[in-house]
C-alpha cells in the first residue's frame, strides 16, 4: 500500500510563500510593494492599503492577515508613493531662528507632538535672522509640504505668495499688524505693559531696558509696551539700550545704563530671560549691586533655567503649549478645508511669574488706571 505525502502546514507555507516574495524583491533591486503583501496575504492590494491607513473600515481577520504578512516581508508603507494619490504629503513646515530653537525648545517640541498627534511631520527649516525667511520659503515650495506654520515676520507679498499657492499658513508669535494672515501669538505688547506696570506700583521710578536685536518683531512688541506704559505714568524716560537676546547682551546692556545715567537705576527689563541672567550676574558679582534691594531686574519668556533656585528670575511666561496646540489645531482645520478658511488671529496672554530678583507690587484691579506713579 503506498503511502500517501502528508502536506506541509500552512505555516510552512506562509513561510515558503514569504521568502520567495523577499527574494524576489532582492534579486529585481526593489523595496517589498502594498502588492507583495497583498499576494502573500491573499487579499487584493487596496485591502493592505486599508490596514495602514488609520481609521479605515477592515475585517479583524483581513488586518491580522495583512500584519503578519507585512511583518514577514518587512514592509514598510512609502510615504511617498502614498502622496502622490491623496496628494498630501503629510509633513508641514516649521520656520523659527535659531536664537528661537535655541532658547525655546519647548516651542517646536510642543509643535511637533501636537502635528504627529494629527497625521503630520514636522519638516523643520532655520535661519539665522529673521530677515533671512525670504531664502527659506523658496525651499519649502520644493517640498510640497500641506502648510507652513513660521515664526518669522512676513511682507505682504510673501503673504500673498502663499495665498497664490493656495497653501495654508499660520504665522507664529508674530502680530502682521494690518494683514489678513492666521496667527496664534502671545501679547507681546501687553507683557511690556503689564511689567512695566507691576514694577511702578512698586515704587520704582528710573527704568532701564535692554530690549534684545533692533530687527526682532518681538523685542520690538516688548519694547513698545513697556515705554507707551511708563509715559502714561509720567515716569522719567526709560534708558534703553540694544542686546543680542544673549547672556553677554545682558551684562553689557546693564554697564550701559549705567554708564549712560551715572548711576544705578531703579529696575532693569531684560527682552529675555538669557539677557536676564547675564545682567543679573553682572550686577551681583561683578559692580556689587544687590538685587532686589538697590535694583531690579526681570526677563520675559519664564525658560526652565530661569527658574534654577540660583537665579529665580521674575519673569513672564509665554503660554507655549496652549499656543502650540491651536497652532496644530488652525493649519490642520485650513488643510482639511481646503482653502475655504476664514482667517483668525488667537492671542494669548502672558502669564507673570514673580520670582526673587524684583520688587512687586500686589497686582489690584485699578493697575492699569494708577496715573499717580510720577516722581
Excluded at 500517501?4 to 500552512?10: I, S
Excluded at 532658547?103 to 523643520?124: F, I, N, W
Excluded at 543680542?244 to 545704563?257: C, K, N, P
Excluded at 549691586?289 to 520675559?300: C, E, H, Q, R
Aim: with cysteine; aromatic share 4%; proline share 5%.
Amino acid at each position: 500500500m503506498r503511502k500517501t505525502k502528508t502536506p506541509p502546514p500552512v505555516d510552512s507555507v506562509a513561510a515558503a510563500r514569504v521568502a520567495e516574495y523577499k527574494a524576489a524583491a532582492l534579486r529585481e533591486n526593489r523595496r517589498v510593494t502594498s502588492y507583495d503583501v497583498a499576494l502573500v496575504a491573499g487579499v487584493s492590494q487596496s485591502a493592505v492599503s486599508r490596514c495602514f491607513k488609520p481609521g479605515a473600515s477592515v475585517s479583524a481577520a483581513t488586518y491580522a492577515r495583512v500584519m503578519k504578512a507585512a511583518a514577514g516581508l518587512d514592509y514598510i508603507p512609502n510615504a511617498a508613493a502614498r502622496s502622490l494619490i491623496t496628494r498630501r504629503s503629510n509633513m508641514v513646515a516649521v520656520v523659527m531662528s535659531h536664537v528661537a530653537n535655541l532658547y525655546y525648545p519647548e516651542a517646536l517640541a510642543d509643535l511637533s507632538q501636537q502635528l504627529a498627534r494629527r497625521g503630520k511631520r514636522v519638516l523643520l527649516f532655520t535661519m539665522q535672522h529673521e530677515s533671512d525667511v525670504g531664502h527659506i520659503l523658496a525651499d519649502i515650495w520644493q517640498y510640497q509640504v500641506d502648510g507652513a506654520i513660521i515664526a518669522a515676520s512676513l511682507s505682504e507679498e510673501q503673504v500673498q505668495e502663499f495665498e497664490r499657492r493656495a497653501l495654508p499658513l499660520v504665522v507664529f508669535n508674530r502680530n502682521l499688524r494690518g494683514r489678513t494672515v492666521n496667527s496664534v501669538l502671545c501679547d507681546q505688547y501687553e507683557a511690556g505693559r503689564m511689567l512695566a506696570t507691576r514694577l511702578a506700583r512698586a515704587g520704582h521710578r528710573q527704568f532701564g531696558i535692554v530690549a534684545g536685536p533692533e530687527a526682532s518683531a518681538l523685542a520690538t512688541e516688548r519694547r513698545a509696551g513697556a515705554c507707551e506704559r511708563l509715559h502714561e505714568l509720567g515716569l522719567p524716560r526709560p534708558v534703553v539700550v540694544p542686546g543680542r537676546f544673549d547672556y553677554a547682551g545682558g551684562a553689557q546692556g546693564l554697564r550701559e545704563i549705567i554708564a549712560c545715567l551715572g548711576r544705578t537705576p531703579d529696575v532693569v527689563i531684560c527682552g529675555n530671560d538669557v539677557m536676564a541672567q547675564g545682567c543679573l550676574d553682572t550686577a551681583r558679582h561683578e559692580l556689587g549691586i544687590d538685587v532686589p534691594g538697590t535694583m531690579s531686574v526681570a526677563g520675559l519668556d519664564a525658560i526652565e533655567p530661569a527658574g534654577w533656585l540660583s537665579a529665580d528670575v521674575t519673569t513672564l511666561r509665554q503660554p507655549m503649549h496652549s499656543m502650540a496646540l491651536a497652532a496644530a489645531d488652525l493649519l490642520t482645520s485650513m488643510i482639511e478645508a481646503h482653502g475655504a478658511h476664514t482667517a483668525e488671529k488667537r492671542m494669548f496672554a502672558p502669564q507673570l511669574v514673580e520670582g526673587a530678583t524684583a520688587r512687586l507690587a500686589p497686582p489690584t484691579a485699578d493697575s492699569l488706571a494708577d496715573d499717580s506713579l510720577a516722581a
